[in-house]
């Protein structure tokens, strides 16, 4: 439903069709060629991993608690004229910046100023909620437990429109811009001043991140990277599909509104991984830095051993307590690993939204950093992600046939799936738990979801397979094949759109007297009439449907935000 992140898209020509590699090394302040036995194998795995994903342009920084060891940019920040990536260009590091407000509001808590478990409404009167529960807190907004919508915007357009809590504070995790943006107007209303005045007054000045902008404005586009997004932003993409050049945007959230360069942010994984010393002094209590680093919740959305501090994730690699967080703007994608224990970070970003963060390129840093260190040989690269394999292809294979006639072939070779289509094989790209992109343009609005005779268990046999509305069954299927629904739910079929970039939209479809959004994800009637997703207790999104006239409803609340209907040929 948010559009915070597109389904998976790639840039068209960049990088991937181009013999050359382009890589523009930048001397570090305190370049001391400690891990220059790094950089060739990091070189060749950074080439391999953005012809793999099809990225146009990347930056990357290498720093440890001495300095900023490295900067280096690949690729093109132009994909029609091949220019490079400059390391002096900004790009959107997206919700990092959450990390940013938090070390800002854990600075108040040390001035005493704040209390982290004192309501939200003591400090914040005007916030208008809705709950039977006991208070938000600081606290809560900072670990995203806070059972606020994440979506909407902290103002809502109808002024007698409150935010509906759907859980007790602190009981689940389900991650949400909106508190970020109303920590910042927390941070902005203690310490008097504006968002920028504050990280430079706080976190930027003091740690020498001169380049770096607080805000995003259309005043930074001239020395900002070319960037870029899918060209067709309501369906899933395939990984190599089209791509086109992005608008300047403005962003002034703290959920995500901070524009820096690769050097820049390496003095900021030099300060996490001091734990907070600056080159002066140290910018937080220790006793603060650890609630920032503390495990307080588990937040698998980051990995499956993760959990959440204060705006930065906490998780684990090979043993080490690392702190990681990715960052997913319009355009940009970002990602940031600092290894606590031994004291190295890395940052990256690619000016494109394809779908998937540079994890891999950050983690296998740090890897690359630690052997070197210990004087151990280096690890071997990660493999590349190819979007066509399926290591289960033969599971998805087979004849299926719809209600009325229509049939789907899928035929597997290896790992790999194609559907047979009018004389075509079309090599299918996997989305996990049984969905793929089908790069057809009679299939491009939505994902095929295929379904197991025992949906409880992941080895019983393929028995069906779903796409948009249509559903179709293999002949051994023995399941139901007639489905009943309230039929005041055929009016909320259709395609709903906001053109703010964060929301964007989505197409309802009923399949199997399901109503579903996207086609994938179920949704549940609730008493007062809105709908819930189904399967995900966690989440607090809610939709409700107005306006039916001619029987299509006209407009949906996404969580108190306006989608209108799409009406097209």
Sequence with gaps: MNRREFLSASAAAAVSTSDAFYSIESLAQSDSGAYKAIHKPLDRFVEQYMRGMNAPGMTLVLADRDGVQRVVTYGFTDLETHARVKPEELFEIGSISKSIVSLCLLQLRDEGKLDLHKSILDYLPWFRIESSFEPITTHHLLTHTSGLPGAPPVFLSDPTAKHRVAYAPGKLFHYNNMAFTLLGHLLMSLDRGTLSDIYRKRIFD????????????LDQSDRTAKNYFSAQGDRPFPRFGKLTQAPPIIMTSAAGCIASTPHDMG????????????????????????????????????????????????????????????????SFASALQVDLDEGVGAFASINAMQGYRPNPVVQYSIQLIRAHRAGKPLPAAPAVSVATEVKNAADFAGTFQSPDGKTLVFAAEGSQLFLQRTGQRVALENSGDGMFVVPHPEFSRFLLVFGRSDGKNPKSPVAEVGWGSDWYAKPDYSGPKSFDYPKEWDAFVGHYRNENPWIGGTRFVIRKGVLLADGVSPLAEQKDGSFRMVGD??????????????????????????LWRVVAP
């Design 206 to 217: 003091p740690l020498g991140m001169a380049a770096t902008e607080p805000v995003i404005t």
């Design 267 to 330: 003095l900021y994984v030099q300060f996490l991984a001091h734990h907070a010393a600056g080159p002066k002094k140290r910018l937080l209590s220790e006793e603060s830095f650890s609630l920032f680093s503390t495990r307080h919740i588990k937040a698998e959305e980051f990995s499956p051993t993760a959990s959440y501090g204060y705006g930065i994730a906490v998780d684990s690699l090979d043993g080490h307590t690392i702190l990681r967080h990715t960052g997913g703007m319009i």
């Design 537 to 562: 207790e966690a989440d607090t999104e809610w939709i409700r449907f107005h306006d039916v006239v001619d029987g299509h409803a006209q407009r949906i609340k996404f969580s108190g935000e306006d």
